[in-house]
């Protein structure tokens, strides 16, 4: 089957609820991915965040080869073996004490917030809590999430959504005061916000939030589905901050490849909300995805990925630096770790720019803000950032000529 009959055999079976690029990738080998032509592309996507390790890495792969040829699913009524390593994991790197997995990224974010609702009307003897967010956030598209996803076009069509959510300018500490009412229960935000356009929090704005989740018992909660996972050069960015949160969302590329999430939680928090009956779920957690989960978190380890991370961060923020300078439609870059974007001035559409890079053999994305957004596989090197510059040089240049 050639190309164009693939992708007219998609559209007439799928939902139309992407408009995806023409492009079948058939294959991935390290960084590199291939499509049913055989031509080769430089990945700087892993796949929105999921694939640390990029393709076919063969210590991943056998982990989850061995795993399915002995159990792959059970139901969350059992213990498995790789439930117990997965989770004693997540809570070792993340010094926080109490896991549930979830399927998706949404799904974690679902749970967080029914964790804090409970947290509050156990407290309060009453329910009718309140959410604070962000503007410009993004927690996934199911009913709860979209209610703590602070971007109209995303909600529009599904109003209402969940009650009692308010929101507040990211990085605004009194703008996030002046939302807090005697019915808060949570503060949720991303520590580096994402899809809304790569901000980073600033260190005062997620000491002074945590200040006053303290003073005032709401339940911080930190969405690290797309920065966690040492792509900020820490296992999870709120790390960098000395900041913890109550409660963390985390998904991508915690299986590094396999639909998993997770919501993480601290004793505290765990005593005194969710209890059996309160919250569930037929497949999360199962065997495949925990062996996942274990091995990510071990070759994370053994690879020393946060080093690497670190180290090579100041390599691409120099070379994307460097097209900040060269081009006038380039207006700045933000980021952190191995989680950059280039703001693009209103004269070239970012949709342009990632169209025209997977011509010239480059998968990058784009974010909200007209923002060029990378998020390569954390296993690249100074050499795939030289290869990505190129190509990336090829399409700038082709858009000023
Ligand atoms: C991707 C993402 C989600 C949603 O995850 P899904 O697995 O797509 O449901 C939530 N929060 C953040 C910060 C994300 O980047």
Redesign the pocket.
């Known amino acids: 089957m050639n190309k164009q009959e693939s992708m007219q055999k998609a559209e007439a079976a799928m939902l139309h609820v992407y408009n995806r690029f023409p492009v079948v990738f058939e294959r991935g080998e390290g960084v590199h991915l291939y499509d049913t032509d055989g031509k080769e592309y430089l990945d700087f996507a892993s796949g929105?965040?999921v694939m640390a390790f990029g393709y076919h890495d063969a210590e991943y792969n056998q982990a989850l080869k061995d795993q399915i040829d002995c159990l792959t699913h059970t139901s969350n009524l059992y213990y498995h073996p790789p439930m117990i390593a997965a989770a004693e994991k997540v809570c070792r790197v993340s010094g926080m004490d109490r896991v549930f997995f979830t399927n998706?990224?949404?799904?974690a974010?679902e749970g967080a917030l029914k964790t804090a609702k409970k947290y509050a009307y156990l407290r309060d003897g009453f329910a009718g809590h309140e959410i604070i967010a962000m503007e410009h956030s993004?927690?996934?598209?199911t009913v709860g999430?979209l209610s703590v996803t602070g971007t109209d076009h995303y909600r529009e069509p599904f109003l209402p959504l969940m009650d009692g959510v308010r929101f507040a300018q990211f990085n605004d500490l009194d703008s996030v005061k002046a939302q807090v009412t005697d019915r808060t229960c949570a503060i949720i935000l991303?520590t580096i916000q994402?899809?809304g356009g790569l901000y980073p929090a600033r260190a005062e704005f997620l000491q002074g939030v945590r200040t006053l989740c303290d003073e005032q018992d709401i339940l911080l909660i930190l969405?690290e589905?797309?920065?966690g996972m040492g792509r900020s050069g820490a296992m999870f960015a709120w790390q960098n901050y000395g900041v913890k949160p109550d409660i963390m969302?985390c998904?991508?590329a915690l299986g590094a490849g396999v639909p998993v999430?997770a919501f993480v939680m601290t004793e505290h928090v765990a005593e005194h909300s969710l209890a059996p009956g309160d919250h569930g779920t037929t497949y999360g957690g199962n065997p495949l995805v925990c062996a996942a989960v274990a091995k990510t978190i071990d070759m994370m380890e053994s690879r020393r990925i946060t080093d690497h991370v670190a180290s090579l961060t100041p390599y691409l923020e120099q070379v994307l630096d460097r097209f900040v300078q060269q081009y006038e439609f380039v207006r700045g870059r933000r980021g952190m770790g191995l989680m950059q974007g280039l703001e693009l001035d209103a004269s070239v559409a970012v949709g342009t720019v990632v169209s025209n890079a997977l011509t010239q053999g480059l998968v990058i994305l784009s974010a909200g803000g007209n923002v060029l957004r990378f998020l390569p596989p954390l296993v690249i090197t100074q050499e795939d950032i030289d290869d990505m510059a190129t190509r990336l040089e090829a399409v700038f240049s082709e858009i000023i000529s």
């Open positions: 929105i965040g998706s990224g949404a799904e974010v993004f927690h996934g598209r999430a991303e994402g899809e969405d589905i797309q920065c969302t998904a991508k999430g």
